[in-house]
Structure formats: C-alpha cells, structure tokens
C-alpha cells in the first residue's frame, strides 16, 4: 500500500505569493499517476491536475504539477483570494488501495 | 453537463444497513470505472470502492470488504454501495466519482451523509 506525506500541513501566504505544496509516496508511483485536488468547506473536491502534470480542464493555469517517482509538488503561482483552501493529493497505482495524502491547508497570512 | 448525484445516507444504528445510489447524467456512463470515496469529519478523503465498467471487477478498501458491496445498472447510469455491519468509524460524507481514463477523479457528485451511531 502506497503512503502519501503531504507537507507542510498548513501554509500561510499572502494574495500574490507563490505557494509551493509537497507530496512525498512511499514508493513509486505507476507511471506517476499522481492526482491534485482544491476542496474548500462544505464542497466536493475539485481535480486540479492529473498524471502528476496535466491540467484539468478549467483549470487557471497559475496551477502547475510537477515530479515523478516519490517526488511530487504542486505550485501555484500567484495566490488568488479564492485559492486559499485544503489541497490533497491522490494517487493511482497499479493496485488499491487508491490512497489520498493527509492535505495541506493553504491560509490567509 | 456532466452531474452526479447521490442519494441514500442518513442516521442507522451500529450494524445496520444503507443502500447508498448515484445516478448520472451528461455522459456515457458504461464508459467509465465508477468509484465511492468517503470523507470523515474533519479528515481528508478516502477511496472505499471502486468498479469497471461492465461490474465484472470490484475492488473495496480492507476495512469494508465483506460488509460493502458495490454495483452499478449501466441501463439506468445509476451506482451503488451497499453498506452493511456499519460501524461508527464508518461515519462520513459518501461521494460517488469518475474516471475518464485518466487515472483521476475528474467529476463528483455533492455527497451524502452517512452517520452511524446508537
């Protein structure tokens, strides 16, 4: 089973800071098939980004995914009021457990 | 549009049961593997069941085999969980999602509420 460490667990920054969010597995990825999601209260989460890269559809392309393996970050790069939420996570390995990182908040400093 | 909708969750006793459905609408359901993901109170999301296309393969977190079953009726674009022996640690926002082949969940539906407690 693939354990996913997100860090840090709470980031505090400005409107118009970049925010730099990590995801660390436990072990490699299958064809790094590493997944982004935004989820603010009382909401669904939303995909940001797929196979560890790619932009969903929809998505401000001030949202970027990068890494590969166990490495993987999600950069956003000048912080809009309404991207301060929780941020998670996910990914699809060759078997289940299909497992979800424990987030990173991203707050208002 | 693309939509999921759940429907099913509520208040059940320890070692009850609920039937959890999603029905779809805005694309070709037998298309796409189905899933169900929960989320706890406070924690971050959970995938608890997933199931291709056909119903032919179903695979389910270690924690609810045996007590959930999930199925899907490709005629009537409609998912469900069956959710039996709940226990309170099964306590959670149930979401139904999709995968377009791309490895990610890209549509959920808005969740329903499972509380199991005496």
């Known amino acids: 089973e693939i354990v996913l460490t997100q860090s840090p667990g709470t980031l505090s920054l400005s409107p118009g800071e970049r925010a730099t969010l990590s995801c660390r597995a436990s072990?490699?990825?299958?064809?790094?098939?590493l997944g982004w999601y935004q989820q603010k209260p009382g909401q669904a989460p939303r995909l940001l980004i797929y196979g560890a890269s790619i932009r969903a559809t929809g998505i401000p392309d001030r949202f970027s995914g990068s890494g590969s393996g166990t490495d993987f970050t999600l950069t956003i790069s000048r912080l809009e009021p309404e991207d301060f939420a929780m941020y998670y996570c996910q990914q699809f390995g060759s078997s289940p457990p299909y497992s979800f990182g424990g987030g990173t908040k991203v707050e208002i400093k | 549009e693309v939509r999921l909708v759940e429907a099913g969750g509520g208040l059940v006793q320890p070692g009850g049961s609920l039937r959890l459905s999603c029905v779809a609408s805005g694309f070709t359901f037998s298309s796409n593997w189905m899933f169900w993901v929960r989320q706890a109170p406070g924690k971050g999301p959970e995938w608890v069941a997933s199931i291709e296309t056909d119903g032919s393969r179903a695979d389910y977190l270690d924690s609810v085999k045996g007590r959930f079953t999930i199925s899907r009726d490709n005629a009537k674009k409609l998912l469900y969980l069956q959710m039996d022996s709940l226990r309170v640690d099964d306590t959670a926002v149930y979401y139904c999602?999709?995968?377009?082949?791309?490895?990610?969940?890209?549509?959920w539906g808005q969740g329903t509420m499972v509380t199991v407690s005496s």
């Open positions: 072990q490699s990825v299958n064809n790094n098939f």
């Open positions: 999602a999709r995968d377009p082949y791309t490895k990610a969940f890209d549509v």
